[in-house]
T-cell receptor, first 114, second 114 residues
Framework: GNSVTQMEGPVTLSEEAFLTINCTYT??????LFWYVQYPGEGLQLLLK?????DKGSNKGFEATYRKETTSFHLEKGSVQVSDSAVYFC?????????????FGTGTQLKVEL | DTGVSQDPRHKITKRGQNVTFRCDPI?????LYWYRQTLGQGPEFLTY????????KSRLLSDRFSAERPKGSFSTLEIQRTEQGDSAMYLC????????????FGPGTRLTVL
């Protein structure tokens, strides 16, 4: 089956620190990969995506590269801000005849302090 | 467009009672999804509609759960004879194939079963 494994949190960083959140996956097909973010009190928002191997998704200073050889999609940001504090979810989607359901990891909470 | 909306935002009920949640997707989105998220976990897929047809159901969706999308617009999720294990956040998402099937999530309905 399909599954996503991401590093456990919480991850606590100082402002302007470098961020890496690891994500690896297993999939029966050829997945598209996503990072979603959930800010306190808000719904899930798509942060970035990549649909094929070696694609790099980027948004708001965050980046992730689809690595098929290592089945990974690690999230990185060069300089985090307090406003980046949130829960980050890695997810995959394999298109099947029935639909396009997402399979999520357990989430990684990020806390950024001044 | 105001995005995906869900009602109610919070529901507290006693064990054994029935509850119903509503989801209004983004207009023109023909695909609608329900997910369940428990504390400290990522969302788990429950079911998927394309227009009014329910095309996929997870094994998580026991006989006590039923979902409908009668006119291909809003959807309802009913839980009969609620159990404490049903306590969770119930998320709805919608997508359009014409927009790359990106899933837009609502704010969720938090269910607490006492």
């Amino acid at each position: 089956g399909n599954s996503v494994t991401q590093m456990e949190g919480p991850v606590t960083l100082s402002e302007e620190a470098f961020l890496t959140i690891n994500c690896t996956y297993t999939a029966t097909g050829y997945p598209s990969l996503f990072w979603y973010v959930q800010y306190p009190g808000e719904g899930l928002q798509l942060l970035l995506k990549a649909t094929k191997a070696d694609d790099k998704g980027s948004n708001k200073g965050f980046e992730a590269t689809y690595r098929k050889e290592t089945t990974s999609f690690h999230l990185e940001k060069g300089s985090v801000q307090v406003s980046d504090s949130a829960v980050y979810f890695c997810a995959l989607r394999v298109v099947t005849g029935g639909g396009n359901k997402l399979t999520f990891g357990t989430g990684t909470q990020l806390k950024v302090e001044l | 467009d105001t995005g995906v909306s869900q009602d109610p935002r919070h529901k507290i009920t006693k064990r054994g009672q029935n509850v119903t949640f509503r989801c209004d997707p983004i207009s023109e989105h023909n695909r609608l999804y329900w997910y369940r998220q428990t504390l400290g976990q990522g969302p788990e897929f429950l079911t998927y509609f394309q227009n009014e047809a329910q095309l996929e159901k997870s094994r998580l969706l026991s006989d006590r759960f039923s979902a409908e999308r009668p006119k291909g617009s809003f959807s309802t999720l009913e839980i009969q004879r609620t159990e404490q294990g049903d306590s969770a956040m119930y998320l709805c998402a919608s997508s359009s194939r014409l927009e790359g099937d990106e899933q837009f999530f609502g704010p969720g309905t938090r269910l607490t079963v006492l």
